[in-house]
C-alpha cells in the first residue's frame, strides 16, 4: 500500500485547507484510515480516524468542531477539511492506513496504522 498526501500549504490564521490522502496498490481497501500530525520537536499526534464506510468517526480534542475527516472509497482517498485554523496547526500532516481488520473501529493509536504517507507541511501564519 502507498499513500499519497497533498494539499498543504501556507494559510492565514480563520483560513481553511482540505488535505488529501490516496491509496494505492494491489492490496488496498476499505481500511479504517488517520491523520495526524507532528510539529518540530514534538511527538507526532492523533487528529482524526474514520471507520471503513465513514459512519465512524474521532477527533483529537484539540480539533473538534474545525475538523471534518471523510472518505470516498471509489477513490480510496481520505480527506481532512481544515478550517479556522490557528498557529498551534502548524505541523506535517501524515496520514495512516490500518492493515487490521475492515470493521475494525479506527484506533487513535498512531501504532494501529502501518502504512504512512510522506507527509504533507501546514503552516499557518498569524
Known amino acids: 500500500v502507498q499513500l499519497q498526501a497533498s494539499g498543504g500549504g501556507l494559510v492565514q490564521v480563520g483560513g481553511s485547507l482540505r488535505l488529501s490522502c490516496a491509496a494505492s496498490?494491489?492490496?488496498?481497501?476499505?481500511?479504517?484510515r488517520a491523520w495526524f500530525r507532528q510539529a518540530p520537536g514534538k511527538e507526532r499526534e492523533f487528529v482524526a480516524a474514520?471507520?471503513?464506510?465513514?459512519?465512524?468517526?474521532y477527533y483529537a480534542d484539540s480539533v473538534k468542531g474545525r475538523f471534518t475527516i471523510s472518505r470516498d472509497n471509489a477513490k480510496s482517498t481520505v480527506y481532512l477539511q481544515m478550517d479556522s485554523l490557528k498557529p498551534e496547526d502548524t505541523a506535517v500532516y501524515y496520514c495512516?492506513?490500518?492493515?487490521?481488520?475492515?470493521?475494525?473501529?479506527?484506533?487513535?493509536?498512531?501504532?494501529?496504522?502501518?502504512?504512512w504517507g510522506q507527509g504533507t507541511l501546514v503552516t499557518v501564519s498569524s
Open positions: 474514520i471507520n471503513w464506510n465513514g459512519g465512524v468517526t
Open positions: 495512516g492506513y490500518d492493515v487490521s481488520s475492515i470493521l475494525r473501529r479506527p484506533s487513535t493509536s498512531r501504532y494501529s496504522y502501518t502504512y
Open positions: 496498490g494491489r492490496s488496498v481497501n476499505n481500511n479504517p
